[in-house]
T-cell receptor, first 113, second 114 residues
Framework: DAGITQSPRHKVTETGTPVTLRCHQT?????MYWYRQDPGHGLRLIHY???????DKGEVSDGYSVSRSKTEDFLLTLESATSSQTSVYFC????????????FGPGTRLTVT | AQKVTQAQTEISVVEKEDVTLDCVYE???????LFWYKQPPSGELVFLIR??????QNEISGRYSWNFQKSTSSFNFTITASQVVDSAVYFC???????????FGAGTRLAVHP
């Protein structure tokens, strides 16, 4: 199994508060991703990173920011959490361009009340 | 956007039945990659298979098989002699652009009953 951890695994927060989710990998993979999973939508890409300090927006990036200061860590921040951001968040990693599959972390269940 | 469509939202079968999960994709690329992932009730996402557009051979892995047909833009997944442990949500995905980004279908929830 790919070494990917996410923290926290569960979080309940109030509307308007900032929240940061952490993804940590021990595989030294170059690419990292943040997805959200909601019923009926599958997984939707929020942001991704193609190297240290190199990030870009995905399909549903509004209200989210990311940072990657080290190869192994990719942070997702909800600047001011809203109830619509209640979801399960998955981090994923992928190796070089020759290895196209992504491997996923265990997920973080976030509830915004 | 070039979509991935999994038209079956939920499928319910009895153990030992064969079941096929459909996946239809859209793409304008001549080279592309398709994937299947499994999400069991425990919630993790498990990579099952990657298929590239150059290889139209069917793939078989134990009770699992995949049928890739470029003519119909489909990449269907069949489980033979289903078991209760096959109960999960299954996602089909397509590589989208650079950096190995993926577009996922909405998923098919498979329930296998004893």
């Amino acid at each position: 199994d790919a070494g990917i951890t996410q923290s926290p695994r569960h979080k309940v927060t109030e509307t308007g508060t900032p929240v940061t989710l952490r993804c940590h990998q021990t595989e030294n993979h170059r690419y990292m991703y943040w997805y959200r999973q909601d019923p009926g939508h599958g997984l939707r890409l929020i942001h991704y990173s193609y190297g240290v300090k190199d990030t870009d927006k995905g399909e549903v990036s509004d209200g989210y920011s990311v940072s990657r200061s080290k190869t192994e860590d990719f942070l997702l921040t909800l600047e001011s959490a809203t109830s619509s951001q209640t979801s399960v968040y998955f981090c994923a990693i992928s190796e070089s361009p020759d290895h196209y599959e992504q491997y996923f972390g265990p997920g973080t269940r976030l509830t915004v009340t | 956007a070039q979509k991935v469509t999994q038209a079956q939202t939920e499928i319910s079968v009895v153990e030992k039945e064969d079941v096929t999960l459909d996946c239809v994709y859209e793409t304008r690329d001549t080279t592309y990659y398709l994937f299947w992932y499994k999400q069991p009730p425990s919630g993790e996402l498990v990579f099952l298979i990657r298929r590239n557009s150059f290889d139209e051979q069917n793939e078989i892995s134990g009770r699992y098989s995949w049928n890739f047909q470029k003519s119909t833009s489909s990449f269907n997944f069949t489980i033979t002699a289903s078991q209760v442990v096959d109960s999960a949500v299954y996602f089909c995905a397509r590589k989208s652009g650079g950096y190995n980004k993926l577009i996922f279908g909405a998923g098919t929830r498979l329930a296998v009953h004893p």
